[in-house]
């Protein structure tokens, strides 16, 4: 394993780390304890479990409909597999999971390992126009509550923007040049591929899928069923505790995503840039610092604890296929 390869593990472990400590370095542990055995409603936790296992379900339904023009025909339950695997191992080196669910399909069903990764991008150009209209929508309905509480409270802009220490302010900048790092990075990692021309007529073929797949109703109805049971994923918890269950959905919307934004800091998961943001904007709507902050280590901590899972049952499911497929 060379240098590069070690950073790209390490490195995101280190900043995510970084950030956790600075946010929990003063924290109450008998408080988590407490909230997770006593206080906690469990019940709208595991309620929201479905949401975040129906958002991958309808990833893969959405991978294989844009396969499909170009003439892979994936199985469905492989496909699932592999998008829960490809979660999974994001959370040990971040985006390492979109080049993996390509090589499942290619090891257990023969997809084309470059016309699945360019479907990748298509589902990934997708989803950037579904969370900028999400952010449009959410920061165009907050106006009106933003401004109510500026007059009400008499609090300007900038006495809320003061409200960020120097070590915040930093925090909030390192997490932007590392999302703007990570998007330099990936159009260098195209630039790469493009030096093989069979590689990029297949990738090409896969961006353009989007313009040929069958019934685009249905295509819409799966990119806007995976956000929001990606939203609903997220929101059901605000009922867990008592500092969040009466915010309502358009608090949760917010939180949801400035947290979408954070994420695309390449730590696992987002951990630590996402506590962070989350942490901010429930502040802002009367939360006290110690209670967001519990709220995001416990949402962050159970839900990755989720995604991991269903790694797990991927990887056992997907060896079983392989070995029906030797025996058949």
């Known amino acids: 394993m060379n240098l590069r390869s070690i950073l790209r593990i390490v490195l995101p472990l280190i900043i995510g780390g970084a950030i956790l400590w600075w946010m ?31 958002a991958q379900v309808f990833r893969a339904l959405r991978w294989r409909q844009v396969l499909r023009p170009l003439g892979e025909r994936p199985r469905l339950h492989t496909s699932v597999n592999a998008i829960f695997l ?10 390492v999971g979109e080049v993996l669910r390509c090589g499942v399909l290619k090891r257990y069903d023969g997809v084309s390992f470059s016309r699945g990764l360019g479907t990748v991008v298509t589902e990934r150009v997708v989803d950037m126009v579904m969370i900028a209209l999400l952010s449009v929508l959410v920061f165009v309905l907050q106006i009106p509550v933003f401004l109510q509480f500026f007059e009400q409270t008499g609090v300007s802009v900038g006495a809320v923007i003061g409200r960020f220490s120097l070590t915040g302010w930093l925090v909030t900048g390192i997490s932007i040049l590392l999302i703007v790092g990570m998007g330099v990075y990936l159009l260098r990692r195209i630039e790469l591929m493009k030096r093989t021309r069979a590689v990029l007529q297949e990738l090409t073929e896969g ?25 609903l994923h997220f929101y059901l918890t605000f009922f867990c505790f008592k500092s969040t269950e009466g915010l309502g959905t358009d608090v949760a919307m917010v939180a949801f995503v400035v947290g979408t934004f954070a994420v695309l800091v390449p730590t696992p998961n987002g951990a630590g840039p996402w506590h962070f943001a989350v942490k901010t904007v429930l502040m802002l709507y009367g939360v006290p610092g110690d209670e967001g902050a519990l709220f995001a280590l416990i949402v962050h901590t159970v839900q990755t604890a989720l995604v991991a899972v269903l790694g797990i049952y991927a990887l056992l499911a997907l060896t079983l296929t392989g070995k029906l497929r030797i025996e058949n």
């Open 86 to 95: 490809s979660y999974a191992s994001s959370l040990v080196v971040p985006r």
């Open 24 to 54: 929990y370095r003063g924290f109450d542990w008998d408080t988590l304890q407490r909230a997770m055995t006593s206080e906690m409603n469990w019940t709208w936790m595991w309620l929201s479990f479905p949401f975040g296992i129906l």
């Open 207 to 231: 961006l353009l899928s989007v313009r040929q797949v069958e019934g685009r109703a249905l295509f819409l109805l799966y990119s806007v069923a995976i956000w929001v049971c990606y939203f």
